[in-house]
């Protein structure tokens, strides 16, 4: 079955640079989720889109913006990166807004140095 | 707000022996859901159970189980026969079911679980 698909799987940038994670979601799924996972800690939500709209937003920077496109997939688009930004992006897609399960992609490992 | 509380930073357990890995949230919703995802070192988040709130009947699958407490918001994984490839840490996560809640996972802060051969 075909499942959640990110790329890239690895990123490595320097600092002030910019990034673009993205996510293509299972077909026919119609909802993104976003979250980072930063070193030995829970993943925390970043930013949702159900129906190419944002649905909700959670401790999302103001230097990364996310945009879910006509044919469901998602970018993730971080500017000015800094040390800290460093981390493993998951993106997760589920059918309808609240549909029972999300399921996740295998991330997305940024480096930033 | 909702949060997800694990005390146990770390377990430990003797292969074939079982495993309860605790778990209480705070919420002020009755309608929601409950997981209990494994992320191995490979950093895959992969699923292993889902408890809806209204159902009374805990959830089982194969060597997995809940003890869901509703009225104490205590929603414990219990690892039954436990095996090398368990070794990992568990997350346990709420999901509201209100539109104003988003779908969004609110996670825990892990458990990491080691299996002694």
């Known amino acids: 079955a075909a499942g959640v698909i990110q790329s890239p799987r690895h990123l490595i940038k320097e600092k002030r640079e910019t990034a673009t994670l993205k996510c293509y979601p299972i077909?026919?799924?119609?909802?993104v989720y976003w979250y980072q996972q930063g070193p030995g800690q829970d993943p925390q939500f970043l930013i949702s889109?159900?129906?190419?709209?944002?649905?909700d937003k959670g401790s999302i920077p103001d230097r990364f913006s996310a945009q879910q496109f006509s044919d469901y997939h998602s970018e993730l688009n971080m500017s000015s990166l800094e040390l800290g930004d460093s981390a493993l992006y998951f993106c997760?897609?589920?059918?309808?807004?609240?549909?029972?399960?999300?399921?996740f992609g295998q991330g997305t490992r940024l480096t930033v140095v | 707000a909702q949060t997800v509380t694990q005390s146990q930073p770390e377990m430990s357990v003797q292969e074939a022996e079982t495993v309860t890995l605790s778990c209480t949230y705070d919420?002020?919703?009755?309608?929601?859901?409950l997981f209990w995802y494994k992320q191995p070192p490979s950093r895959q988040m992969i699923l292993v159970i889902r408890?809806?709130?209204?159902?009374?009947q805990n959830a089982t699958e194969n060597r997995f189980s809940v003890n869901f407490q509703k009225a104490a918001k205590s929603f414990s994984l219990k690892i039954s026969d436990s095996q090398l490839g368990d070794a990992a840490m568990y997350f346990c996560?709420?999901?509201?079911?209100?539109?104003?809640?988003?779908?969004?996972?609110?996670f825990g802060q892990g458990t990491e679980l080691s299996v002694k051969p």
């Open positions: 997760a897609s589920s059918l309808g807004g609240l549909g029972t399960e999300a399921f």
């Open positions: 077909p026919r799924h119609d909802t």
């Open positions: 889109f159900y129906e190419k709209m944002q649905s």
């Open positions: 919420t002020s919703e009755s309608d929601y859901y």
């Open positions: 408890q809806e709130a209204y159902k009374q």
């Open positions: 996560a709420y999901r509201g079911r209100s539109y104003n809640q988003g779908g969004k996972l609110i």
